[in-house]
T-cell receptor
Framework: GNSVTQMEGPVTLSEEAFLTINCTYT??????LFWYVQYPGEGLQLLLK?????DKGSNKGFEATYRKETTSFHLEKGSVQVSDSAVYFC????????????FGTGTLLAVQP | EADIYQTPRYLVIGTGKKITLECSQT?????MYWYQQDPGMELHLIHY???????EKGDLSSESTVSRIRTEHFPLTLESARPSHTSQYLC??????????????FGSGTRLTVV
């Protein structure tokens, strides 16, 4: 079946460090891929998305590239800030009648000053 | 800016009480969803709806029930709350084919504590 696997956290970084959160997926066909972010005490917000192979999603300094050959959608940021501390969820979706999002288990990022 | 609203944000209630968690969206989305989020952060789909008068159970069995009488409103009800229902409940909606490209818009969540 379709699934998403994220690197386990927590990930602890110092401010201005480089961030990578790995995400791989198992799916047939060509799903859309997403990264959502959840700040403490809040719901999820869409961070970025990519809808086809080789697309790069970007937002707020974060980037992720849809790699079909490696079935990956790793999240990267060149220089993290304390305000980036949150839980990050990778997800895939085929749309269609159900339009169900399949989420990874989430990765907690803690950025220390 | 969020166009999907959940109330209350926080609720502490005694065992055996009936509760309804409210979720409303102003985007005209047909599809709506309820997720339960455990302390380990993982999201579990417990209910979804394709549109008015359509509701389905999700991937995780839940004692809660939902209704969809109006497009914009998707409330979740627990007839008799128990401590095992303590969790964060997240509501979402989606508009396939729109700008969201099949993504969801989430509410801010309701954190429920049953004592």
């Amino acid at each position: 079946g379709n699934s998403v696997t994220q690197m386990e956290g927590p990930v602890t970084l110092s401010e201005e460090a480089f961030l990578t959160i790995n995400c791989t997926y198992t799916a047939t066909g060509y799903p859309s891929l997403f990264w959502y972010v959840q700040y403490p005490g809040e719901g999820l917000q869409l961070l970025l998305k990519a809808t086809k192979a080789d697309d790069k999603g970007s937002n707020k300094g974060f980037e992720a590239t849809y790699r079909k050959e490696t079935t990956s959608f790793h999240l990267e940021k060149g220089s993290v800030q304390v305000s980036d501390s949150a839980v990050y969820f990778c997800a895939l979706n085929y749309g269609g009648a159900t339009n169900k999002l399949i989420f990874g288990t989430g990765t907690l990022l803690a950025v220390q000053p | 800016e969020a166009d999907i609203y959940q109330t209350p944000r926080y609720l502490v209630i005694g065992t055996g009480k009936k509760i309804t968690l409210e979720c409303s969206q102003t985007m005209g989305h047909d599809k709506m969803y309820w997720y339960q989020q455990d302390p380990g952060m993982e999201l579990h789909l417990i209910h979804y709806s394709y549109g008015v008068n359509s509701t389905e159970k999700g991937d995780l069995s839940s004692e809660s029930t939902v209704s969809r009488i109006r497009t914009e409103h998707f409330p979740l009800t627990l007839e008799s709350a128990r401590p095992s229902h303590t969790s964060q409940y997240l509501c979402a909606s989606s508009d396939p084919g729109g700008e969201s490209n099949y993504g969801y818009t989430f509410g801010s969540g309701t954190r429920l504590t049953v004592v």
